[in-house]
């Protein structure tokens, strides 16, 4: 079985992370980063602090994920600046399928309370019934 892990630096994506390796025994968990083009990710996450390529995010986040599970798989799709949260939920519904994920873990914010703000990828990863969806939400 194979766990699916949308992973971008976030605390929620890391609290998702980090409930994949809790419930993982034998299974291969894959944590997926897509990377748009551009500086305008590297800004949004608050690394202006120096010149960051998309190689240095990668680096940034493969690291963050060894750190986290260091029995993960890191894998990368690259895509254009400022993709829609729309095809960002497909890259990661192609992405479950072809790895055949039995369950994909998500970070949400709004777990229990909202399931589709309009900036989400939740609703659009969780509409395909070919696996499951565990979110996970920070804990205090």
Do not use: C
């Amino acid at each position: 079985m194979v766990f699916l892990v949308p992973y971008d630096g976030s605390e929620l994506s890391k609290a998702a992370l980090e409930r994949a390796t809790d419930f993982a025994s034998d299974e291969e968990i894959i944590a997926l980063t897509v990377i748009p083009s551009g500086r305008h990710y590297a800004e949004m996450k608050g690394w202006t602090d120096e010149t960051v390529a998309a190689d240095d995010v990668q680096s940034r986040l493969e690291a963050e994920v060894a750190d986290i599970a260091p029995q993960a798989t890191f894998e990368v799709v690259r895509t254009e600046s400022r993709p829609p949260s729309a095809k960002i939920a497909k890259i990661i519904r192609r992405k479950a399928i072809a790895h055949d994920a039995s369950v994909v873990f998500l970070g949400s914010a709004h777990a229990g309370r909202r399931t589709s703000p309009v900036s989400s990828i939740g609703p659009g990863v969780v509409s395909d019934e070919s696996y499951d969806v565990y979110l996970a939400r920070t804990r205090n």
